[in-house]
């Protein structure tokens, strides 16, 4: 999370199999609500957001991306344990090079010492129902 009146920019990978995408698992203890967002993280000072997008991948669940293509900007106002946030998001469609990616149910990959999350395939029909919810909602539309 960004500090208080501070805008972070963020490059997610949006990743399809069929009808299922790849996610990262999030929890919001203030809601009390699970939530879900696609993979990626916070853009360095100096790097392109493609560049971060890659070193994210690789940093967290060591995968390589292949077929790398820029969906378009996502701007996102949220709250997340009981903090305003505030995202640009540069989303990119992407393919893992290596497919064993594929055949994962899922992963357990630390973004630092104290925390750690789960990535999974999920159905999107489990997000278009509401049983599950995908954030921001815009992504929606890139699906």
Known sequence: MNKAGEIRVLALGLIRDGERIFVSEGYDPVKQETFYRALGGGVDFG?????????????????????IRYLGCIENLFTFSGRQGHEIIQLYQCDFADSKFYQLESLVFSESENH????????ISRFKSEELRLVPEVFFEYL
């Open 47 to 67: 790097e392109t957001s493609r560049d971060g997008l890659e070193r994210e991948f690789q940093e967290e669940i060591q995968a390589e991306l292949t077929n």
């Open 116 to 123: 750690k999350h789960r990535a999974l395939w999920i159905d």
